[in-house]
């Protein structure tokens, strides 16, 4: 069984930025993508920023030159440094392994994390 353990989530002002982090434990052979994606009220879960196993990196246009995406294969986790946040960033964000193999198997799962809520506000 793979988890996923996201951290680093908060309240904050417009401007200022926070980190966020998830931890992939488990037998875990290789995880070919990791991302973080967020779901506001009333609104549909979307992809914030992926990364691939090689450090392909993807963002939506709305955080473009603002959240940054890395990646540490070895300890299978993620980041998400978000700045310059904007009360519009307000959601519940989620992490994402996907293509996760784990020891002794050839097949291929997706897991989600169970999201940390991020608000911007003044």
């Known amino acids: 069984q793979v988890q996923l353990e996201e951290s680093g989530g908060g309240l904050v002002q417009p401007g200022e930025s926070l980190r966020l982090s998830c931890a992939a434990s488990?037998?875990?052979?290789?995880?070919?993508?990791m991302g973080w994606y967020r779901q506001a009220p009333g609104r549909q879960r979307e992809l914030v920023a992926i990364?691939?196993?090689?450090?392909?990196?993807n963002y939506a246009d709305s955080v473009k030159g603002r959240f940054t995406i890395s990646r540490d294969n070895a300890k299978n986790t993620v980041y998400l440094q978000m700045n310059s946040l904007k009360p519009e960033d307000t959601a519940v964000y989620y992490c994402?392994?996907?293509?996760?193999?784990?020891?002794?198997?050839?097949?291929?799962?997706?897991?989600w994390g169970q999201g940390t809520q991020v608000t911007v506000s003044s």
């Open positions: 488990g037998s875990i052979f290789s995880i070919y993508a």
């Open positions: 990364v691939t196993a090689r450090g392909s990196t």
């Open positions: 994402k392994a996907d293509n996760v193999r784990t020891d002794g198997s050839s097949r291929y799962y997706d897991y």
